[in-house]
């Protein structure tokens, strides 16, 4: 079982930044890809930032204000969102595509975060 953790959402004022934190824990035997969605209300979910291998791509809303890190030791990634604005406001979810070893082949799925609210207001 794969179970995914975030961290770091809260109240910020436009201008201000705020880290975001995914950790994920369990059988976990490769990780493909790692994503940072957000859903705001009466709104669909939506990519904000996804990062495979070492290569990220942003939303254009993200493009030059967020930064998606990875750790593949400690399984980990991470957004940095600077000068975030009010229509940053959102639930923010972790995604990853993991692999779990069942010989003789590597099992992929998708997993998901519980998500973390993000409420950039003066």
């Known amino acids: 079982q794969v179970q995914l953790v975030e961290s770091g959402g809260g109240l910020v004022q436009p201008g201000g930044s705020l880290r975001l934190s995914c950790a994920a824990s369990?059988?976990?035997?490769?990780?493909?890809?790692m994503s940072w969605y957000r859903q705001a209300p009466g709104k669909q979910r939506e990519l904000v930032a996804d990062?495979?291998?070492?290569?990220?791509n942003y939303a254009d809303s993200a493009k030059g204000r967020f930064t998606i890190s990875r750790d593949n030791a400690e399984t980990t990634v991470d957004l940095q969102m600077n000068n975030l604005k009010p229509e940053d406001t959102a639930v923010y979810y972790c995604k990853m595509r993991i692999g779990t070893l069942r010989p003789p082949a590597m099992s992929f799925n998708d997993y998901w975060g519980q998500g973390t609210q993000v409420t950039v207001s003066s």
């Open positions: 990062i495979t291998n070492n290569n990220a």
């Open positions: 369990g059988t976990i035997n490769s990780i493909y890809s």
